[in-house]
């Protein structure tokens, strides 16, 4: 089913059902999001990176943030798209990872995201340094600095916000007992509401995650409308700031 | 890539995505009906019986109920597995379809569900007869009495009930603008809790689909347990009941 693997990219296939796409029959970016997230799992696990592996050092991967541009209203459910990923670089504490979502034939590319990663403790919770047998089989370069990618704006204090409140269900869990991460584009998204985001298109997104949103939780979601296409949002969770994100429109 | 296919049988494989999981890495009801919903999708596609041939007549399918029987815990994140659809019958107002999700080899089989289906006429709303073009290409038996199925039973009008409020997003549409009908399940499930949750496998489910949930409304999610293994469920809409569901439990 590998297009192409080696060390460096790991390509799969992926036909895009309907639940995978919102009214208008194009892809979701939480499910587009979600989607990255299985090709990384599998570039891993084909290294021999599996979860256990991972888990085996203590600890595991936590996603900083992403950047991306986007053209996901050319896309629509039962296309072929070909997801794509490969490490780009590495320090002693972060990693960065780069995906692409294009069509079969290399004509057109849909998404392009990078991910900046760094490695958590299990126990102490805390940030570590990244073990080098979980790094080097990804062969991407050593670097002295690791590039932070652009940073979402911030709600400016005054501001007036928009928003809505959201409770963590059991089914946003994931199989690491996480909310995955591609649910929090659920989360910012809704509240622009549908005619917002029936008439506008997604062009570009930046996400820092800072405090993970845990199951069972209330989360407030906010945003303002920094110019007529540019929204800047903000999750809380009992007035901690978890996640800060930015959307560019057309 | 469709290991099986004629005007009775279609199946296609699929394999289990990480977002198709739940906490414990098997797949959740609502992603393997929405899985289920695309065989029959891609079945009538295949048929020439495409959206704009059924909408073409003036009508809509509509899902009236379904029974199923399942075994979800012995399927895990990256199995592989035979998502398959037959028509199984018809009379004048109504058909009936099964639906299976099998292992590759035919050793195994963790779901088998049958559905009712009616047709509804799009400008009254109002249910009206199958028009014959849309039904004889699947080669299904014409019936005098189509089988209802199990009914879900109710919860008694004494009962006290403990329940959710949700809240219908943006995201739960799908391109035909309607609630996806597997998201019904999110809602009736998510408020047994993590703790049932993760202690209980499902083994067998009714739905019956009364009136329509829709973009923006507020539903109640309400259950009884009527057996320590046996929940009733209902969802209402300002006090209109929208869903009413049976589940079972090991």
Redesign the interface.
């Known amino acids: 089913m590998n297009l192409q693997q080696s060390a460096q990219v790991y390509e799969i296939p992926h036909q895009i ?3 995978e ?5 194009h892809p ?1 970016l ?2 587009v999001m ?2 990255l ?2 090709v990384a ?1 599998e570039q891993s696990d084909a290294l021999g990176l599996t979860n256990e592996v991972i888990q085996g050092t203590g600890g595991t991967w936590v996603i900083v943030s992403f950047n991306g541009n986007l053209d996901l209203h050319a896309l629509n ?1 039962g296309d072929t798209v070909i997801l794509g990923t490969r490490a780009t670089g590495y320090n002693r504490f972060f990693a960065t990872r780069e995906f692409w979502l294009r069509d079969k034939d290399g004509q057109k590319e849909y998404a392009r995201v990078t991910s900046l990663l760094a490695f958590m403790n299990l126990t102490t919770r805390k940030m570590e340094a990244i073990p080098d047998k979980l790094i080097t089989a990804y062969q991407a370069p050593q670097v002295t600095k690791v590039p932070r990618g652009k940073r979402p704006k911030r709600i400016p204090a005054d501001a007036e916000v928009m928003g ?1 409140q959201y ?1 963590v ?3 946003d ?3 690491n ?1 996480h909310v ?1 991460n ?1 649910h929090y584009f ?1 989360w910012l ?2 509240p ?3 005619r917002f ?1 029936t008439s506008h298109q997604l062009t570009s997104f930046s996400i820092q995650y800072r405090h993970e949103v845990r ?2 939780h209330d989360i407030d979601s906010e945003y303002v409308m920094a110019t007529p296409l540019n929204s800047c949002h903000r999750i809380t969770n009992n007035g901690e700031l978890c996640t800060l994100a930015e959307f560019s429109w057309k």
């Open positions: 059902t309907y639940y796409c919102n009214e208008l029959g979701t939480s499910m979600s989607m997230a299985v799992d459910v809505k409770h269900r059991y089914f869990l994931d199989v007992h995955n591609a659920d998204l809704d622009l509401g549908e985001l199951a069972d």
